[in-house]
Structure formats: C-alpha cells, structure tokens
C-alpha cells in the first residue's frame, strides 16, 4: 500500500517532466522553427559562398594594397594601385568597352528571352522539343561554344560569310573587324545564354493565374493589352532577377568567351575590364594591380545592382511602379 501511495504521489511529477520538453518547444515557435529549418538548409551554401567567393574578395581587397612581384614579395604601397587605376587610359578604355557590351547585351538578352518565353508559354504541339533545343547551348561550355562559333565565323571557311554570300550580302570579318567585332561577341553571348533566361521567364510566367487572361479575353482585351495589363505587371520580380543576374553576367561572365573569339583584340575593340585585369595579372604580374581594378569593378556592380533595384523597386507590386 505504501509503494502504491508513494508511486500515485510521485506521478504528477513524472508528468510535469514529460511535458516539459514539448514545452520548451512550443516556446521556440512555428515561426522560430522554419527560420531554424531555413538556416540549417542555408547553412553549407553560405559556408562555400563564404569560403570560395567572400574571403577570395576580401584577400583582393587587402593585396590591392601592396606591389607583387613575379618572386613573390609584397610591398606596401598603400593606394598606390589605385591611383594608377585613374592615370591609365587602358584601363578606360576597357571600361569603355563593357559599358558598350552591357547597355547593348543586356536590353537585347531580356527582349529575347522574355518573347521566347511568352512563345514558349503556347500550348502547340511540339513546344517541349523547342525548348529542349533553346536551352541545349546552355549546357555547353563557354570555351566549347567560342571554338564553334570562331570556326563557323571565319572570313574564309566560316558557314556565317558563305550563308550572307549566298544572300547577296558579301563575306565580312566578323572577328577581324574592330566595328564588328564587338557585335559578334554580343550575338554569341545572347545566342548562349537566350535559353537559360527563357527558362526562367517561362517559371514566371506560368506562377500567372489563367484566370486574368479569360477575364481580360471576357473584358475585350486583345493579346499586348494582356500583355501589358497583366503579363508585364506580374512578371516584375522576374524581370528583376533576370536584369541583376544577366548584367553580372555581363561584367563578369564573359571572359572565357572573348579569351577564345578575339583574345581581346583586333585594336583591343573586345578587351572588357575582366579581360584587362586578367592580361596585367597573368600576363604582367600585376597581382596587386590586378585585385585593385578587381575591386574597383565590384563595387562598379554594387552600384549598378543598386540602380537597378531602384529603377524597379526591387521587383516589388505596387502601383506607384
């Protein structure tokens, strides 16, 4: 009797004990447990962005600040490389040329991929086979495509000149050309990456209920009132993203194909800040240099990510846009 009185006066407590720990975790919270879950799935991406891109930018940033020579020793010269940055007309003339690339390649990608993707949107026969076939030069390497277009851009053997000879329009020098040139690039970079920007378009635009096209179809609306009542409205955080990335891309991301097509030239008519800063860090053995102007173009890119969240309220609905 006494064991039983004693076990039936200890089992509230036992019972406090085991609701204790669903307590302490309902004290965390729906809220504080998806923030829980949203940083442990975070967590390995943000260590690798933090360990192959933030800390390399940060060790640039420190090096811009000595003068590296080709053994390997480091002089402390303070903003010395930066103050050779805004005496060198080589330097600016790069920048010269990107500006170029951007302000054209970047308006020519989004008009392209965004109508391909409303072309894609159709439910035709046959459409899965087009977009297999738009988004296949993506999965090429930039180095492969270079190689392809260079032979298929030759002045002699190229398939480009003997299709435009054809037409009655003569052969030019599509890579040889200093007023050429740089257009070419640009048509290879939109015809390289036009796919991959659809893709992203097209999951845009599917998110957009069906429901306002027939309402707008019921209302008298044809296609570009659709368009621009509805489609452009609601596809502003895509064409956000789509502007940030593809103007990165832009800066950046052009390296490889340029080193193939032109390595720069003719008349350094192709030469980008990137390719500029790769010819004076592995070709001069200007590093200290080199990692100045690389700075010096990140922040370029902060400014314009920043212009262009501005100009489109970062990608928000409201109706002041």
Sequence with gaps: MTSIATHQRRAPGAAAKRTAAPAGRRRLGRKGRERLAAALFLLPDGLGLGIFV?????????LSFFQVSGFGSYEWIGVGNYERMFNDPYFWSSMWVTAKYVVILVPTLFVVSLGL??????????MSVYRTALFLPHMLSLVVVGLLWKFMLDDQTGVVNKATGELGLGARSWLGDPGLALYAVIAVTVWYYMGYYMIIFLAGLNEIPRELYEAARIDGAGPWASFRQITWPLLKPTSFFVLIVSTVAAITGTFDLIFVLTDGGPANGTAVAMFYIYQQAFVFGEYGYAAALGSFLVLVMVALSWLIFKATKGGRFDDES
Excluded: E
Aim: hydrophobic content about 65%.
């Design 54 to 62: 933030v800390l390399p930018m940060l060790l640039s940033f420190v």
């Design 117 to 126: 993707g409303v072309l894609m949107k159709q439910m035709l026969p046959g």
